[in-house]
């Protein structure tokens, strides 16, 4: 399978192939989850951190684990419940240049490019939706951060990334990851502020719907960019630094939100 081609906004993937393990290392006959993690290594990272107990809480038991080696540096695996996927992250493994800070060597850092869980057993609450979903979720984002933390390190990189498709995965990921652009961090925070009354799934909604209006009434539009985390202290200080945030502040300042029923 080709390279799938990723249209990033404010990160260049930069092609240090020969500094990366592909998905060609082995463990005897086997290949290796982003040239690092055996299937069996892969699903004890998931024991540690609690995800299959958690799983298994809700009603799921027996669990499979399923790896899908799309190119050298796109890797899937799936958790999967009597023939369906619960669980299915996709993720890659590269170098990356940070256009807002050029001096900055590219730095070798996971991308989160697809996550979804599925509450296949919840019955009866579709009302509960949030958009793209055609299922609940496993709620369980609070294990999957920290299995994707452990996985940064693991792999040898200095953070990870993703770009959040709709606003209810950036409130997600905002437990521990920023808005690489202050003015995007300015603006979702700015929709917190002044919407959290509403909720995260009519927030979600009423920005797929047009329906939430900025000071001018003009109509707001979702538009996921990078979002970013470092593991490695140094990285994260110069990225978000004091300037970082008296950036973002100014943009809040700036900004005013109201939903429209």
Known sequence: MSEKRFD????????????????????????????????????????????????????????????????????R?????KGEKIMHMRLRLSFFRLHRHPLMPATKMLFIDWLQT??????????????????????????????????????????????????????LFHRAFRFYDPAREAFFRALLRD???????????????????????????WHGTEMLIFTHKPYADVVFDKRYYREVEKGMAELKFTLMK
Do not use: C
Not at 77 to 81: H, Q
Not at 136 to 155: A, K, W, Y
């Open 8 to 75: 990033f906004h404010d990160l260049e993937e930069i092609d240090f192939s020969e500094e990366l393990p592909a998905a060609t290392h082995f463990s005897g006959d086997k290949k290796l989850f982003l040239g690092t993690l055996s299937e069996e290594e892969l699903w004890r990272s998931l024991e540690k951190v609690q995800i299959i107990a958690e799983l298994k809480d809700r009603g799921y038991h027996p669990i499979k684990l399923e790896l899908e080696f799309l190119t050298d540096r796109d890797h």
């Open 77 to 81: 695996f799936y958790l999967v419940f």
């Open 118 to 171: 599925r509450h296949i057993l919840a019955k009866g609450r579709e009302r509960f939706l949030f958009p793209g979903q055609d299922v609940p979720g496993l709620g369980i984002f609070n294990r999957i951060d920290h299995f994707l933390r452990n996985l940064v390190v693991e792999t040898h990189a200095y953070g990870g990334f993703n770009i959040p498709e709709y606003f209810h995965d950036a409130l």
């Open 195 to 221: 919407l959290r009354v509403h909720g995260a799934r009519e927030i979600s909604r009423a920005l797929s719907d047009g329906r939430i209006r900025a000071r001018t009434g003009a109509p707001m539009e």
